[in-house]
């Protein structure tokens, strides 16, 4: 990747991802070698300390077999040709009088520590000193061990090998940290990569979408919990924005197509009455079926937009419990002087009460509007039944007429807006009562079915979750 495409990528979350890994690793790498260092250099200390007090040992072993004379004459034959220029031997009085030593011009600032005396005389077996020596490159690593009560042995050694090779490691440790990062920045450019696959795709769907294509919606192939999940509210947030495109369009041409003849009838009485040179009676006529005409209207497109609105879920519904029961009576009671006007007797299938969860506004409208139409388009004396009923978890809501009914054929048109049957056209009504009751049952994830018989009447089942 050139510097250029480095800096574009710079803000992308795969890059910032990628770096995160990738230094996350690096550190918790680091943190785990310098845990690995300082134990080496701890064993390292440990051998070297091993190595003095084995060394003590043996002298005291050769004090105890061979006594002071075996002892010295070791001492001046094996010893002293055995000291290096990193290492020294020496015997020593408990008083720090210097009885043997081997070559000490290397390890001029060597003094007697008289701390380690002190502690001898105080029955330690031996003490291991870290001497650090002016003048010394490295420091020294010493023993003191009593082999008899007035002999003290005394060695020290450099340490200069221990910190070579700890040298070696932690240069190892810091070259090993480069490839190391880089590495962990490839995995974690291909994690980054594989865990963002999917929001590339929402992405380019989003992408097509702004184009023009609402119809594209982003696969869901099970690649993660998340994406899945991101992916699936993104095409519900698409389902719904169609709807609400498709119900807008639809009031685009029902507003052109509806709406216009009630307008052009507003527009015909005023300009029939101003034609007319009317009376003050033909005015106020005007007047009126003006206002019934606008009443019209208003109540069109209120209902309209309720349609929509309720179809887009746009306005959440409320979810309080209701009993329905109480609903239906109340509503039965609206209509039971407009029932009586037709002679029609209003009957009632009901338990004690019901409770379900839902709107109470939106619930009302569902039941007036079946019930409405149960009487508007019944027989004069005819009946009509309006029945409740619980199923398992099912509510199930009837209102059966003994009405004019649907012809079959127009059964499955009777749900669409602005939709009246050609035998009903005589009655008052808008053809969007329906339309609005399936958009509110639709909403509660219920159902709404139709029987009709020609003539013999209606019956509207529907079923909403309780
Ligand atoms: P509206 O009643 O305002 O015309 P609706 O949407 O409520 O509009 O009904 C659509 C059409 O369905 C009505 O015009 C009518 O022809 C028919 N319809 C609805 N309910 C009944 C019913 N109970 N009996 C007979 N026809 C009905």
């Not at 006594?67 to 010893?79: A, R």
């Not at 029955?123 to 291991?128: F, G, M, R």
């Amino acid at each position: 990747m050139r510097l250029k495409q480095i800096y574009n990528h710079k803000n992308t979350l795969s890059f910032r991802l990628t770096l995160w890994y990738a230094v996350i690793f690096t550190m918790t790498s680091l943190l785990a070698l310098s845990i690995y260092y300082y134990r080496i250099s701890q064993i390292t200390m440990e051998n070297t300390d091993d190595e003095l007090i084995e060394e003590y040992r043996e002298f005291a072993a050769i004090m105890v077999h061979e006594g002071t004379e075996g002892l010295m004459s070791e001492f001046d034959t094996e010893i002293i040709e055995e000291a290096e220029e990193n290492l020294y031997f020496r015997l020593m009085s408990l008083d720090g009088e210097i009885l043997k030593s081997s070559d000490m011009t290397d390890f001029k600032g060597v003094t007697v520590s008289a701390e380690a005396l002190a502690a001898l005389k105080n029955n330690e077996e031996y003490v291991i000193e870290t001497l650090t020596i002016p003048g010394l490159e490295f420091d020294l690593q010493a023993i003191y061990g009593a082999i008899t009560p007035t002999i003290i042995f005394n060695m020290g050694i450099s340490l200069e090998d221990n910190y070579e090779y700890l040298s070696i490691f932690r240069n190892l440790i810091i070259l090993l940290l480069i490839p190391l990062f880089f590495i962990a920045a490839f995995i974690g450019w291909f994690l980054a990569r594989h865990a963002l696959k999917g929001v590339a795709e929402v992405t380019q769907t989003a992408i097509e979408i702004s184009k023009g294509s609402i119809d594209k919606r982003v696969e869901v192939k099970r690649r993660s919990h998340e994406i899945d999940t991101l992916a699936n509210t993104f095409n519900s947030m698409l389902d719904r924005i169609q709807t609400l495109i498709k119900g807008m369009r639809e009031m685009n041409d029902n507003v052109a197509h509806d709406l216009r003849s009630p307008l052009t009838r507003i527009r015909g009485i005023a300009e029939m009455t101003l034609v007319g040179k009317g009376s003050m009676e033909d005015y106020s006529e005007m007047a009126a079926n003006t206002i019934e005409e606008c009443d019209k209207l208003i109540e069109i497109i209120n209902t309209m937009m309720d349609i929509t609105e309720t179809e887009a879920g746009v306005s959440p519904f409320k979810s309080e419990p209701l009993d329905i029961v109480e609903l239906i009576l109340s509503a039965c009671d609206l209509f039971d002087p407009i029932a009586k006007e037709k002679d029609i007797q209003l009957l009632t299938v009901l338990p004690e009460s019901l409770l379900i969860s839902g709107d109470k506004s939106k619930m009302q409208r569902l039941i007036t509007n079946l019930l409405e139409n149960a009487i508007k388009y019944n027989k004069q004396g005819g009946t009509v039944t309006i029945s409740v009923r619980k199923d398992n978890q099912l509510v199930n809501i009837q209102v059966e007429d003994t009405g004019v009914g649907i012809p079959e054929d127009e059964l499955p048109q009777i749900f669409e807006r602005f939709y009246r049957c050609d035998r009903s056209r005589s009655l008052a009504g808008i053809g969007l009562g329906l339309s609005l009751a399936k958009a509110i049952v639709k909403a509660f994830n219920g159902d709404i079915r139709v029987k009709s018989a020609l003539d013999q009447g209606s019956s509207f089942h529907v079923t909403l979750p309780a």
